[in-house]
């Protein structure tokens, strides 16, 4: 089995340009099929893994695959520049001067042009609308228009990127950390063993509307779902009480919308492992896919646990490698162990 930081590192530089033939979707695929009896997608391109098809209770891991970027709206007669429209929660403070790439009939790079500050008429602090924002690949519009088209998909080329202390950062740590966290999840499971039922599903259209978590969850209807998605990491500008550091473990999600009694049981599961630990509390919705599945059918017990991560929807996301570890080992345990 491939190490954490591998899965990590593939499934972000894997592009996300159509589903369900997206690099992503097809190295998560690929890496599941040893852990898996079954795979199959639904009409949507969830990924659907039997872990194990047998057990007492069914129990769901699950993290969302999509990710954040843009859609190209039409190309500039005069330049060959493309414009674009979000996909998405993306930043506009980090667009301009991005490296990106664009994927038409082949992938290719570009940048998102940036105003020089010489020229700057008004506020130059003032953050560009994505309407007056473009990508320039470096060719004519005759040249480009025989590769991409409007419809055609972009996202930030951020390659990972090793830190020091076993930080880790570049584009699409959210949420390709808990999709890893999932897989290391299932690997656990299958070595250890469990007496549950065990599917793994990572889902699409999270950053557009959860409608991927709606749809899976509705129809497989199982007796607990356990999620996994990054939530806000301690840094300047971010208040301490929406936050956890860096390196302090899974943050355990405490919200309105989900069963106290299945979070308290995760926590509860962690201490009795020695697994480190947060506890995050969060008014009303959880703002991922547990607020869709806890709801979805007759109801699912539904719990959230999260890796922290700092510079959340930028090309710079960055996290510890060992909390995405805990992670796994918390949904791992609560898997094997709930009844």
Known sequence: MMETVEILKRLCEASYEAVPDSETHKAIIEIMTPLSEKITTDNLGNIICTVKSEGKKHVVLSAHADKIGMVVTAIDNATGMLKVAKSGGVDNRTLAASRVKVTGKKEIKGCVTSTPPHLTKGDRTAV???????????????????????????????????????????????????????????????????DNKITAIFTTREETGKGGAAASFTALQPDFAFITDVSFG?????????????????????????????????????EKHGIPYTVEVMGSRTMTDSDVAVTAGRGIK?????????????????LDIKDVEAVASILSAAAKEVM
């Open 234 to 270: 301690r840094a300047p500008g971010v208040p301490p009480e929406m936050s956890s550091p860096l390196g302090s473990g899974g943050m355990i999600c405490i919200s309105p919308i989900l069963q106290k009694e299945i979070s308290d049981f995760l926590i509860e599961t962690a």
């Open 128 to 194: 560009p609308a994505i309407e007056d924002l473009y990508i320039d690949c470096g060719l004519t519009y005759d040249e480009i228009s025989e590769i991409v088209s409007p419809g055609d998909r972009a996202e930030y080329h951020s390659p990972v990127c090793e830190l020091l202390g076993g930080r880790y950062t570049g584009a699409y740590m959210d949420n390709c950390a808990g999709c890893t966290a999932v897989i290391k999840a299932c690997e656990k499971l299958l070595k250890d063993g469990t």
């Open 302 to 318: 539904t719990g959230l646990v999260s890796v922290p991560l700092t510079n959340m929807h930028t090309p710079v996301e960055t």
